[in-house]
């Protein structure tokens, strides 16, 4: 799929943007703080109603506009998929302030509306319709950072491919929060502690399939990054990542034998009930301790994934080099997997990626993307690319939330 036209109107520094856009490499250069990073952001935002920097959506909509009577933002992307054209809208409006902080201060609620060839949509019903994969700076937090880092990489991946996944997820957390709600009152004794039954089947069936999916993706990705990886570090480095799921670490359960043998050919359903029958098991055992805890101790919400390069761990071992390169290879093989499980190439969106690389991993990234079917890559810096590149690229260059097109010719 590709992008053909956005449109921006008070989106973070465009205060009016209409781009027009043509599949192949679309290489977007400009100086710091021109808004290289924010056209990228309005994208992905586009395809998944989430920024992937901002914590707040108020952030997204523009300083200036911030201060008119009704502060809003406006983005829209038209996209070219395979047997179907799509138009993605979405509307950042602040609401009338209300009183709501502490001391009585006044906080803006922001809403978000999302259109999608002209129909409203809840946003977890937009996420899958435009694929995308972002490629930025901060991907180093996948390596480095909390294993929240690493839940939101599988999630991002797994939900884009598979509705019933995002669906589940969605599920699982809102059940969490009840369900640590009522861990509290029972241990204030407000509640009893057989009232759990009903939040613990809904957390065993949602997080089973939470699991599964989290198993078997990681097993295909692993398939994808090994001949990635070696690509990239010409063929120096093995790296494969290990799924640490939290009833096998914290409850000593072993889910990825239980799945072998028989169940390794059975029904999808099959083995959903095998992961749920030990989940059911472990959370018995577990329930005088998350009583006393007053939370949810055991399940997918504190899953986590080690990445292993040559046998050891590269948080903990790798240079930060090999950790930037780790990453790399897991974005570029999430952009493969999305391609094989839904016939669509995703939009890849690089940040800034080239900068930290050194040549030769810049130039088989570089060679890898050539050929995909929409890119946009950003950059301050022309020479990180060969003029064959630029060549068949299309030239941009953005200079403070303007895009104009740039001619190779009258470059020096
Ligand atoms: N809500 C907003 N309203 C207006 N301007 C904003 C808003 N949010 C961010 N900006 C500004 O937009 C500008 C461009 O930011 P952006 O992150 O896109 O820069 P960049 O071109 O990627 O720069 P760099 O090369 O440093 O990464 C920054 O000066 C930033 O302060
Ligand atoms: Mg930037």
Not at 179 to 188: A, G, V
Not at 305 to 330: I, K
Request: proline share 3%; aromatic share 6%.
């Amino acid at each position: 799929m590709y992008l053909t036209h956005l449109s921006l109107k008070n989106f973070r520094n465009y205060v009016r943007l209409e781009l027009e856009l043509s599949p192949g490499v679309v290489v977007i250069v400009g100086n710091n703080a021109q808004g290289k990073s924010n056209l990228l952001e309005a994208i992905y935002f586009l395809a998944t109603a989430k920024s992937f920097r901002a914590s707040n959506d108020r952030e997204l909509i523009n300083w200036l506009a911030a201060d008119t009577d009704i502060p809003f933002a406006y983005l829209l992307a038209k996209v070219e998929k395979e047997h179907a054209n799509l138009r993605i809208e979405i509307a950042i409006k602040e609401e009338a302030r209300k009183e709501n902080g502490a001391n009585g201060a006044t906080m803006p609620a922001v809403s978000k509306r999302i259109r999608t060839n002209n129909v409203a949509r809840r946003a977890i019903d937009l996420i899958g319709l435009a694929n995308v994969v972002m490629f930025s700076p901060q991907d180093i937090d996948l390596i480095q950072g909390a294993p929240q880092m690493r839940r939101r990489y599988l999630d991002v991946t797994i939900s884009q491919v598979d509705p019933r996944y995002c669906r589940s997820l969605a599920h699982y957390n809102k059940v969490l929060i009840q369900r640590n709600h009522l861990l509290r009152q029972i241990r204030e004794k407000h509640a009893r502690p057989d009232q759990l039954l009903f939040w613990d089947q809904e957390l065993v069936s949602a997080g089973a399939y939470v699991i599964l999916q989290r198993l078997v993706t990681v097993s295909a990705l692993n398939e994808l990054t090994f001949g990635i990886h070696r690509g990239l570090t010409g063929s120096q480095e093995r790296f494969h990542t290990v799924c640490r799921l939290n009833l096998d670490v914290a409850a000593g359960a072993n889910l990825a034998e239980t799945l072998h043998g028989e169940l390794a050919r059975a029904t999808p359903e099959a083995r959903i009930g095998a992961i749920a029958e030990v989940f059911k098991r472990k959370l018995a055992q577990f329930q005088p301790r998350e009583i006393a805890y007053g939370m949810s101790l055991l399940g997918p919400h504190r899953d986590d994934l080690a990445f292993v390069v040559d046998d050891r761990e590269v948080s903990l071992y790798g240079s930060r080099g090999q950790q930037r390169t780790v990453a790399l290879s897991l974005k570029m093989a999430e952009a493969e997997f999305m391609r094989s499980r839904t016939g669509e190439e995703p939009i890849l969106l690089l940040d800034d990626v080239t900068s930290e690389l050194d040549a030769e991993r810049r130039s088989y990234v570089l060679e890898s993307i050539k050929e995909r079917q929409q890119v946009l890559v950003t950059t301050s810096d022309l020479h990180a690319f060969d003029a064959d590149f630029l060549a068949k690229s299309l030239l941009l260059r953005v200079e403070n939330g303007a895009i104009e097109p740039v001619n190779l010719a009258t470059l020096s």
